[in-house]
């Protein structure tokens, strides 16, 4: 007992310093965020207390809906096209494959490339004028579908979502991966023999194997689609005409070019609840506590 | 086992520690030099960065109790930065600031030191109109360093010529059949990047609204005199909508930016590039034949009320001091900025082609882009929107310009949001 006690405040006390670190760079911000909200503020001058009175003026701009329906399409363009995407993929090196960390290598590529760098690219591809698509569509002669990709209101979201689905397929590929590796040798060869054809050993046994990895991954999704922000800053700023910004970009905008550190901050909360409350659907669609 | 948990614990509050005094200990560090920072955006290789970083070396070689040490940072992010850390109170010792609307809030907020007690340094080389452009309610905040103007038009002489036009047009009736005949010989007329939403308004807006309204309409609409919702202010917008209608832009103007712009211009797929003083320098250090490249001003447009000769501009290139120096600190920024913005800098200055406050002589070195665009100042300064406008104002008209370009809005629906805007802030 005393041992166990004694081993107890050893691990409490090897916690601390990580805690403490929590505390400082992910608690207090957020709270601080969180008193912001309730101020007027222009960064320089004195903050004056303001209430509710932000996040009324929040809820009535509808540039701000606008970045909630952009974001959205954030968060469906990452939960149904990089998981599955990356499921298929992952299943599909899941063999003994002669270069298999080739390619998995190559999956992953885009995953440890600076965001800047993807983004600077997929504008040069995108570019309207002398872009790689257009040039290809151009070349066999498809003239009339090169477009303005990213410079088109209507098309613009989409060209930065397949970038965004294009940058983070690599990630989930490689813990689908990793998952399916850990699926027990005994298990397939009892499925083979028992005469299971692929198609079925994929679904009835593979997957439902995996299911809680999945599970983490959609997680994962959502809350990095919530906070996607560097990829469509250098993409397009938000634009044109404010067609691809979302709600971080909106936060940033409010706060920093126009000086509403409050206003700016009451978004931020929101932000904070919108993720909490996705999160939490997830969960009970699911049926399990993963998070 | 205890021993190591101790360190660990104590180091993390050595690294906390230190993570909260950040900035505070910078001038402590040295014995009895003063250690000044200066953050500025002198990160492009033009021979005016050159010149500003020339004089911080010289102006250290000879202090040996003064050291000036510069931090850069690329100029779209700049701002941005310098908010953040002011918001935060971490502003370095001395920094690179814009005039008008932008200075407002830090000299508002405190943040930033008066120099009133050396002004008297610059009476008579920089006439009180310019310097006036760093003053908020009477105290002089930086000195300026250079005039930008923000509204000129760069072009080809040759590509002019051949589309049937032997002098650059004059007025806007002559401007858009230019426009036209280039378009129909496959040249792109007028190269705009137009992705960080700014160019359209302070290159494009500032002048043609001032040719429209004149040079009162601004000043009075946001006093609430007059209004936005005026019609000659929307006349001007109507002329970027008609600009845009008539394919004077490249198709890819939203998505690229203004450097990007201006190489497609400087490598000749663009006949005309509209943008301010900066691109001076850049533009003729990179194209072939800098004789090929002409520069005029923007055209009259016929019914307007405002003085043609005029063009949108403003003092530039100032530096203010925190007002946290200690006394020390603040006897060395004062020795520093009267050293820095002596005739010796406008010299090297108008030798990179940059337009300065100060009168001064010059060579016949001078490239004649440069000497033309110097001339234009001389019909003097129509202000710059977005050195005039608020922040929430200049947002909603950069990004309502941009939607005009797509269609998405009219100038009348910009007009009224603006006005909106307006009395919300009144």
């Given at each position: 007992?005393?041992?166990?006690?004694?081993?107890?405040?050893?691990?409490?006390?090897?916690?601390?310093?990580?805690?403490?670190?929590?505390?400082i760079?992910?608690?207090?911000?957020?709270?601080?965020?969180?008193?912001?909200s309730?101020?007027?503020?222009?960064?320089?001058?004195?903050?004056?207390?303001?209430?509710?009175?932000?996040?009324?003026?929040?809820?009535?701009?509808?540039?701000?809906?606008?970045?909630?329906?952009?974001?959205?399409?954030?968060?469906?363009?990452?939960?149904f096209?990089?998981?599955?995407?990356?499921?298929?993929?992952?299943?599909?090196?899941?063999?003994?494959?002669?270069?298999?960390?080739?390619?998995?290598?190559?999956?992953?590529?885009?995953?440890?490339?600076s965001?800047?760098?993807?983004?600077?690219?997929?504008s040069?591809i995108?570019?309207?004028?002398?872009?790689?698509?257009?040039?290809?569509?151009?070349?066999?002669?498809?003239?009339?579908?090169?477009?303005?990709?990213?410079?088109?209101?209507?098309?613009?979201?989409?060209?930065?979502?397949?970038?965004?689905?294009?940058?983070?397929?690599?990630?989930?590929?490689?813990?689908?991966?990793?998952?399916?590796?850990?699926v027990?040798?005994?298990?397939?060869?009892?499925?083979?023999?028992?005469?299971?054809?692929?198609?079925?050993?994929?679904?009835?046994?593979?997957?439902?194997?995996?299911?809680?990895?999945?599970?983490?991954?959609?997680?994962l999704?959502?809350?990095?689609?919530?906070?996607?922000?560097?990829?469509?800053?250098?993409m397009?700023?938000?634009?044109?005409?404010?067609?691809?910004?979302?709600m971080?970009?909106?936060?940033?905008?409010?706060?920093?070019?126009?000086?509403?550190?409050?206003?700016?901050?009451?978004v931020?909360?929101?932000?904070?609840?919108?993720s909490?409350?996705?999160?939490?659907?997830?969960n009970?669609?699911?049926?399990?506590k993963?998070? | 086992?205890?021993?190591?948990?101790?360190?660990?614990?104590?180091?993390?509050?050595?690294?906390?520690?230190?993570?909260?005094?950040?900035?505070?200990?910078?001038t402590?560090?040295?014995?009895?030099?003063?250690?000044?920072t200066?953050?500025?955006d002198?990160?492009?290789?033009?021979?005016?960065?050159?010149?500003?970083?020339n004089?911080?070396?010289?102006?250290?070689?000879?202090?040996?109790?003064?050291?000036?040490?510069i931090e850069?940072?690329?100029?779209?992010?700049?701002?941005?930065?310098?908010r953040?850390?002011?918001?935060?109170?971490?502003?370095?010792?001395?920094?690179?600031?814009?005039?008008?609307?932008?200075?407002?809030?830090?000299?508002?907020?405190?943040?930033?030191?008066s120099?009133?007690?050396?002004?008297?340094?610059?009476?008579?080389v920089?006439?009180?109109?310019?310097?006036?452009?760093?003053?908020?309610?009477?105290?002089q905040?930086?000195?300026?360093?250079?005039?930008?103007?923000?509204?000129?038009?760069?072009?080809?002489?040759d590509?002019?010529?051949d589309?049937?036009?032997?002098?650059?047009?004059?007025?806007?009736?002559?401007?858009?059949?230019?426009?036209?005949?280039l378009?129909?010989a496959?040249?792109?007329?007028?190269?705009?990047?137009?992705?960080?939403?700014?160019?359209?308004?302070?290159?494009y807006?500032?002048?043609?609204?001032?040719?429209?309204?004149?040079s009162?309409?601004?000043p009075?609409?946001?006093?609430?005199?007059?209004?936005?919702?005026?019609?000659?202010?929307?006349?001007?917008?109507?002329?970027?909508?008609?600009?845009?209608?008539?394919?004077?832009?490249?198709?890819?103007?939203?998505?690229?930016?203004?450097?990007?712009?201006?190489?497609?211009?400087?490598?000749?797929?663009?006949?005309?590039?509209?943008?301010?003083?900066?691109?001076?320098g850049?533009?003729l250090?990179?194209?072939?034949?800098p004789?090929k490249?002409?520069v005029?001003?923007?055209?009259?447009?016929a019914?307007?009320?405002?003085d043609?000769?005029?063009?949108?501009?403003?003092?530039?290139?100032?530096?203010?001091?925190?007002?946290?120096?200690?006394?020390?600190e603040?006897?060395?920024?004062?020795?520093?900025l009267?050293?820095?913005?002596?005739?010796?800098?406008?010299?090297?200055?108008?030798?990179?082609?940059?337009?300065?406050?100060?009168?001064?002589?010059?060579g016949?070195?001078?490239?004649?882009?440069?000497q033309?665009?110097?001339?234009l100042?001389?019909?003097?300064?129509?202000?710059?929107?977005?050195?005039?406008?608020?922040?929430?104002?200049?947002?909603?008209?950069?990004?309502?310009?941009?939607?005009?370009?797509?269609?998405?809005?009219t100038?009348?629906?910009?007009?009224?949001?603006?006005?909106?805007?307006?009395?919300?802030?009144?």
């Amino acid at each position: 007992m005393h041992a166990v006690g004694r081993r107890r405040g050893a691990i409490i006390l090897g916690l601390l310093p990580a805690l403490l670190i929590y505390v400082i760079f992910a608690i207090l911000p957020i709270l601080q965020s969180f008193y912001y909200s309730v101020m007027e503020w222009d960064g320089f001058s004195d903050m004056t207390y303001v209430g509710l009175a932000n996040f009324k003026e929040v809820f009535a701009d509808p540039l701000f809906w606008n970045s909630v329906k952009n974001n959205i399409y954030v968060v469906l363009a990452s939960v149904f096209g990089q998981v599955p995407i990356a499921l298929f993929i992952a299943l599909l090196l899941n063999r003994k494959l002669k270069g298999l960390k080739i390619f998995r290598t190559i999956g992953f590529l885009p995953v440890v490339l600076s965001t800047v760098v993807i983004s600077l690219t997929w504008s040069l591809i995108y570019n309207s004028e002398d872009g790689l698509i257009n040039e290809l569509l151009r070349s066999v002669g498809l003239e009339s579908w090169a477009l303005n990709w990213l410079g088109d209101t209507n098309l613009a979201m989409i060209a930065v979502c397949i970038t965004v689905i294009w940058q983070f397929v690599g990630l989930y590929l490689i813990i689908f991966l990793a998952a399916l590796q850990n699926v027990p040798e005994e298990v397939l060869e009892a499925a083979k023999m028992d005469g299971a054809s692929e198609w079925t050993t994929t679904w009835k046994i593979i997957v439902p194997m995996i299911w809680d990895t999945i599970i983490v991954a959609v997680i994962l999704c959502i809350a990095g689609s919530l906070k996607t922000f560097d990829l469509i800053y250098v993409m397009t700023h938000g634009g044109p005409s404010h067609s691809t910004e979302v709600m971080a970009l909106y936060m940033f905008n409010e706060t920093f070019s126009q000086l509403q550190y409050g206003y700016g901050s009451a978004v931020s909360v929101l932000i904070f609840f919108f993720s909490l409350l996705l999160i939490y659907l997830v969960n009970k669609i699911f049926g399990k506590k993963m998070i | 086992m205890k021993k190591v948990s101790i360190l660990l614990v104590g180091i993390i509050a050595i690294l906390s520690l230190a993570a909260c005094s950040g900035g505070e200990g910078e001038t402590a560090s040295g014995s009895d030099v003063i250690e000044l920072t200066l953050w500025n955006d002198w990160t492009e290789d033009r021979p005016e960065n050159t010149a500003y970083k020339n004089m911080v070396e010289k102006f250290n070689e000879q202090h040996d109790d003064i050291e000036v040490v510069i931090e850069a940072i690329p100029h779209d992010q700049y701002e941005t930065k310098l908010r953040t850390q002011a918001a935060g109170n971490q502003l370095p010792d001395m920094f690179r600031v814009w005039p008008g609307a932008r200075l407002a809030p830090l000299a508002e907020g405190g943040a930033t030191l008066s120099l009133d007690p050396i002004k008297d340094n610059w009476e008579g080389v920089i006439p009180e109109g310019i310097m006036k452009d760093y003053q908020f309610d009477g105290v002089q905040y930086a000195i300026p360093g250079n005039i930008s103007e923000t509204s000129l038009i760069f072009y080809h002489k040759d590509m002019v010529k051949d589309a049937g036009f032997e002098e650059f047009p004059k007025t806007y009736e002559e401007l858009k059949s230019l426009i036209t005949a280039l378009n129909e010989a496959g040249t792109t007329p007028i190269s705009l990047g137009n992705k960080a939403i700014w160019p359209l308004q302070s290159v494009y807006i500032s002048t043609i609204a001032d040719r429209f309204t004149g040079s009162d309409f601004l000043p009075n609409a946001l006093s609430g005199e007059g209004s936005f919702e005026n019609e000659q202010f929307i006349n001007s917008m109507k002329v970027i909508e008609e600009l845009a209608n008539m394919k004077a832009f490249n198709g890819d103007m939203n998505t690229i930016d203004e450097a990007q712009a201006r190489s497609e211009f400087n490598a000749g797929n663009a006949a005309m590039h509209f943008a301010g003083s900066w691109a001076i320098g850049p533009v003729l250090d990179t194209v072939e034949n800098p004789d090929k490249i002409g520069v005029a001003p923007f055209p009259s447009f016929a019914g307007g009320d405002g003085d043609p000769a005029k063009i949108a501009g403003v003092a530039g290139g100032g530096i203010a001091l925190n007002s946290d120096l200690s006394e020390e600190e603040q006897e060395a920024a004062f020795e520093f900025l009267k050293f820095f913005y002596s005739d010796e800098m406008y010299q090297q200055l108008v030798e990179a082609n940059i337009i300065v406050p100060a009168d001064v002589e010059m060579g016949d070195d001078i490239p004649q882009v440069f000497q033309e665009a110097n001339k234009l100042a001389q019909g003097g300064l129509a202000p710059v929107y977005d050195a005039t406008l608020s922040p929430e104002l200049t947002d909603i008209i950069n990004n309502g310009l941009q939607a005009i370009t797509l269609g998405e809005k009219t100038p009348e629906e910009l007009a009224k949001e603006m006005q909106e805007q307006v009395e919300k802030e009144q």
